[in-house]
């Protein structure tokens, strides 16, 4: 039997790869058998990263905010697999209304 959490010959794209929460995505992807192709916009958190993950990572940089450049980086990864959309941006085109939550570096104690 074959193990079902097996993920040999599948292609996983993760926006925001390249640190934090993201990268550990992409490790465990790789684990389980995935190819993983990192997104993001530096570069050299990128090369770090996918060189810290081996043979199984490659990268691309891209800002995915950028919706105009999508179909490129579907045409350039090939066929995708498993998407992970971990791409931390709070200036991106959606803007729903914060109410009740702390801007951006507040502390908040209760």
Same mark, same amino acid.
């Not at 490790?27 to 990263?49: D, Q, S, T, Y």
């Not at 800002?63 to 990864?77: G, H, M, Y």
């Given at each position: 039997?074959?193990?079902?959490?097996?993920?040999?010959?599948?292609?996983?794209? /993760?926006?925001?790869?390249?640190?934090?929460?993201?990268?550990?995505? @992409?490790?465990?992807? @790789?684990?389980? &058998? @995935?190819?993983?192709?990192?997104?993001?916009?530096?570069?050299?958190?990128?090369?770090?990263?996918?060189? %810290? /993950?081996?043979?199984?990572? %490659?990268?691309?940089?891209?800002?995915?905010?950028?919706? %105009?450049?999508?179909?490129?980086?579907? @045409?350039?990864? &090939?066929?995708?697999? /498993?998407?992970?959309?971990?791409?931390?941006?709070?200036?991106?085109?959606?803007?729903?209304?914060?109410?009740?939550?702390? %801007?951006?570096?507040?502390?908040?104690?209760?």
């Amino acid at each position: 039997m074959t193990n079902p959490f097996r993920l040999d010959n599948q292609i996983a794209l /993760i926006t925001g790869g390249g640190t934090g929460i993201g990268l550990g995505i @992409a490790r465990c992807l @790789a684990a389980a &058998g @995935a190819k993983v192709v990192l997104v993001g916009r530096r570069e050299p958190e990128l090369a770090n990263a996918a060189l %810290s /993950i081996g043979q199984a990572a %490659s990268f691309v940089v891209q800002d995915v905010t950028k919706f %105009s450049e999508a179909p490129a980086l579907v @045409a350039r990864v &090939g066929r995708i697999d /498993i998407l992970v959309n971990n791409v931390g941006n709070d200036e991106g085109a959606c803007r729903l209304p914060r109410r009740g939550v702390p %801007s951006r570096g507040t502390v908040v104690r209760r």
